[in-house]
């Protein structure tokens, strides 16, 4: 802890920056809680794009083990754009996903099984959901960025910054306390002094 002057000046400023600490330190605590219910809403969220994406594939799997022949599929897919938003929750830039585009790609209709277009729908769509997943793990990394930070700003102030200067202020009262109690003692003496030399 550093050292601090025992004058009136420093017990004003340390009680400003008591008040400050305490005016700041909610606004910091409801940042906190609003970032922990935001990365739990993406995760939630993630997780049930995954719990779909494994159902897809699943379902994918079987399908392909049905036909059993291999197609080449995955050339008839381009993507073409990845569509991202800038949303703002608590103060954090995150992308938001909306979508991507993918290129049309021609092939021979009578080479290949009626069942393909079905097959590229499902690729699309899983695709899909692999870039949504990707946007997801970024806005929990970019949340959980912000939310460390936060975490240690409200540790700051609860443990470190509001506790010092308590305990500052407490210091300078008892300091400048003691002051005026020895001027008030030197007074009397004084006075008793004078008192004394006059009665004689």
Request: glycine fraction near 6%; charged fraction near 35%; avoid cysteine.
């Amino acid at each position: 802890m550093a050292k601090i002057r025992l004058t009136k000046n420093e017990l004003k400023r340390q009680k400003d920056d008591l008040k400050r600490f305490n005016r700041y330190l909610p606004t910091l605590i409801l940042k906190k809680q609003q970032l922990q219910i935001e990365i739990r809403k993406v995760v939630h969220s993630r997780a049930r794009l995954q719990d779909r994406r494994e159902e897809v594939t699943r379902d994918l799997e079987r399908w392909i083990a049905v036909f059993g022949e291999e197609l080449g599929l995955e050339e008839l897919l381009e993507v073409e754009s990845l569509h991202l938003e800038r949303g703002n929750i608590a103060g954090v830039d995150i992308p938001i996903f909306e979508g991507l585009d993918f290129r049309p790609v021609t092939y021979d209709l009578f080479r290949m099984p009626p069942w393909v277009d079905a097959g590229v729908a499902v690729l699309e769509e899983l695709l899909t959901m692999e870039a949504e997943l990707r946007v997801l793990e970024e806005q929990i990394h970019l949340l959980g960025e912000e939310l460390r930070v936060t975490t240690q700003r409200v540790n700051l102030f609860e443990k470190v910054k509001i506790p010092e200067a308590k305990e500052n202020i407490r210091m300078i009262q008892i300091y400048l306390g003691d002051q005026q109690t020895a001027a008030v003692v030197r007074g009397k003496i004084a006075k008793n002094k004078i008192v004394g030399a006059s009665g004689r």
